[in-house]
């Protein structure tokens, strides 16, 4: 299906709503029945039929079309985070007993989920490069039932083959789960190259306003049944209405702003490059990145981010940058119209904690939908300082 039927039309059913362009928001938490019979028909499928809002929501229901769409997948569950999307997924796939084996370095809840929570439920993990697949590989242990991959990785942007763990984790059994957030479904489709389930979170290239928090399963309908059957249900995890009202409207342009973001940080991703006050910068689709090829391979873009080291050895310079920029924001996140930063630096010297594992010098960049010129000024005036 083309992308534009997808944005602004796919599951939307106008004439019942009296040809109202934007759909309205069912803010309802129950649905009633005609009768007895359709009543005693209907409770026995809460995914496929409006029962209450808990299992399936109409306004809802229009988002879940369209990112299953998006992604290429038979079917789509929405819930309140993404981090929550991760949990839900892994829950309903996983007992105890069972091995996971994680890239190392996930997002860092992702990571939070294998070190502290699943192991509560005696689910044990696995954390490898997942630069090369021979390291999955060799990870596999006769229980290990689920692969859980993140391509690019959130700070330092490692890919992983999917093809070829997808392959690997089917001979063996596996379940595979990619985190997409940073391509979005417009740059990247996991389930074209064989992996089970996708997720996004919402909150950033999905909603891309930055004021909804959401989470996003995609698969096929018996893997989301399946989800949707114990874990949605019994834990409750869901969007509220009005909440996917909003990601509806982000939607619309996220054509848009995803190729916006990335061409933009291409732009400023080259210049630094060059730029004599900084020692280097990692960008998926930058010659120099270590798996530039691969990205070319599987990817047709990639998110927004650029992660660059300043070129000082003098955590004051690098602080003194940051006095300096005034057209980003300091802001965790990422995803929406506004251009941020996280320093590094901010994590360092933080009494009663280890210093991070990266130099104080790293910056990870997000560039939003301002021009990149006017990015670029504030960045060369600030990089005069360092
Ligand atoms: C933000 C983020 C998440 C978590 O999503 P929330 O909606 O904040 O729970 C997961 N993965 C990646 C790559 C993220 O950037």
Redesign the pocket.
């Known amino acids: 299906m083309h992308l534009s039927e997808i944005l602004t039309h796919l599951g939307e059913d106008r004439k019942n709503y009296f040809n109202a362009v934007s759909p309205p928001i069912i803010q309802s938490s129950n649905f009633a029945f005609d009768d007895l019979e359709q009543f005693r028909q209907d409770v026995t499928d809460e995914l496929a039929n409006h029962i209450y809002t808990r299992g399936n929501n109409p306004t809802v229901e229009i988002l879940r079309k369209k990112l299953a769409a998006l992604e290429g997948t038979e079917d789509a569950l929405v819930v309140s985070?993404?981090?929550?999307a991760?949990a839900m997924a892994m829950l309903a796939n996983l007992k105890a007993g069972d091995h996971v084996i994680c890239v190392k370095n996930p997002?860092s809840?992702?990571k939070n989920l294998l070190l502290n929570f699943l192991p509560r439920f005696g689910v044990g993990h696995t954390f490898v490069d997942g630069t090369e697949v021979a390291n999955i590989e060799a990870a596999i242990q006769p229980n290990t039932t689920f692969l859980y991959l993140?391509s690019p990785n959130?700070m330092t942007f490692e890919l992983q083959d999917l093809r070829a763990c997808a392959a690997l984790a089917k001979r063996h059994g596996i379940v595979t789960m990619v985190?997409n957030?940073?391509c979005s479904p417009l740059f990247q489709r996991p389930i074209d190259y064989g992996i089970d389930i996708v997720m996004h979170?919402?909150?950033?290239y999905l909603n891309g306003h930055s004021d909804v928090?959401?989470?996003v399963i995609c698969g096929s309908h018996e893997m989301i049944r399946k989800i949707f059957q114990t874990e949605i249900m019994t834990l409750g995890n869901i969007i509220g209405p009005h909440d996917a009202w909003l990601v509806i409207r982000g939607l619309r342009t996220l054509e848009l702003r995803v190729k916006r973001s990335f061409e933009s940080a291409m732009k400023i991703a080259r210049w630094m490059e060059t730029h004599p006050k900084v020692e280097r910068v990692l960008f998926p689709f930058l010659p120099s990145f270590p798996q530039y090829e691969l990205a070319r391979q599987q990817m047709t873009g990639c998110g927004g981010h650029i992660t660059a080291f300043l070129k000082t050895d003098s955590i004051e310079r690098v602080e003194v940058f940051f006095k300096k920029l005034k057209r980003f924001l300091f802001a965790v996140?990422?995803g929406g119209h506004e251009s941020l930063v996280v320093p590094m630096a901010a994590f360092y010297n933080v009494p009663g904690r280890e210093n991070p594992p990266y130099p104080f010098t790293l910056v990870r960049f997000y560039i939003g939908l301002e021009d990149p010129d006017w990015l670029m000024e504030d960045l060369e005036e600030a990089l005069r300082e360092v």
């Open positions: 985070s993404g981090a929550g991760t997002y809840w992702t993140e959130t985190d957030s940073n979170t919402g909150t950033k928090v959401n989470g996140s990422w």
